[in-house]
């Protein structure tokens, strides 16, 4: 069996994705910015490796992944959230996710391609925003909706190798969203047809899917509880 690249697995639902693959016994690889803190929270998880770069500096890419072996399973969803809106439009923000997200996730797939398992699968993270854009959104709403189409070229690319491309509501108890006021939480919790808000284990659950599912390929996956719009 090959490893689990998890890009973007040194904290928040990327970190979940890698103690429950972990947890199974399986060779996890986790990725961050820097090396040395994805080595030292790739140790105390008991994961294989950590490496580091940096997806806004795509070229830094391939270089840092020309150690690994043979990959099973790759997953894209690392993020750096920008808040950016048409009128007041900040160029360097927006230039960094855009490279990140779909130059960088690109450049991880293609960099590794000599190396994935013809019964292995890439899973790339979008987001609600594709959908359900807010002011300040521009530059989140674009890249997700990019996603989708970046994982449907991935997937005839590719072939027989999966694609599938997941894309969460707000996931209440991961760090970005825990410690937001309890009046912005609900705001999203009651549009929710569930009444809760999108939980970690939800969304590890639904990655061990898409990665195991032989038949899951081309799955665009909304995971959000069913919004009332
Ligand atoms: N949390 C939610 O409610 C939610 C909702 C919808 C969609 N999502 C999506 O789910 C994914 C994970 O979200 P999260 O909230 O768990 O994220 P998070 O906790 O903010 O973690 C972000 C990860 O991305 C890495 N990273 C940041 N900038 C990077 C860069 N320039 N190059 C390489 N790696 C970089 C970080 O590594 P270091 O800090 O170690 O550098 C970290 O591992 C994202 O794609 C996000 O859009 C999340």
Do not use: C
């Not at 189409?149 to 590719?158: C, H, I, P, Q, Y």
């Amino acid at each position: 069996m090959g490893a689990i690249i998890i890009v973007g697995g040194t904290s928040g639902l990327g970190l979940a994705v890698a103690e429950h693959f972990v947890g199974q016994g399986r060779e996890v690889v986790v990725t961050g910015r820097d090396p040395d803190r994805a080595k030292s929270i790739a140790a105390e998880l008991g994961a294989a490796g950590g490496l580091g770069f940096d997806l806004s500096k795509p070229e830094q890419i391939a270089p840092a992944l020309a150690e690994l072996g043979a990959v099973d399973h790759v997953v894209l969803m690392a993020i750096e959230r920008d808040a950016n809106s048409v009128g007041a439009y900040d160029l360097t923000q927006a230039l960094q996710l855009v490279t990140m997200k779909l130059v960088g996730y690109t450049e991880v797939v293609h960099a590794l391609q000599d190396r994935l398992s013809e019964q292995g699968s890439v899973l790339v993270f979008g987001g609600l925003a594709k959908d359900r854009p807010y002011p300040g959104s521009t530059t989140v709403s674009t890249v997700n909706a990019g996603v989708l189409g970046l994982t449907r070229t991935l997937a005839v690319e590719l072939a027989p190798i999966r694609v599938n491309s997941l894309h969460p509501g707000i996931v209440g108890d991961t760090p970005f969203w825990s410690d937001k006021p309890a009046e912005v939480l609900e705001g999203h919790r009651k549009v929710t047809l569930t009444g809760r808000l999108t939980a970690t284990k939800d969304i590890v659950g639904a990655v061990a899917f898409l990665l195991e599912n032989a038949s899951a390929n081309d799955v665009h996956l909304n995971l959000n509880g069913g919004i009332r719009w």
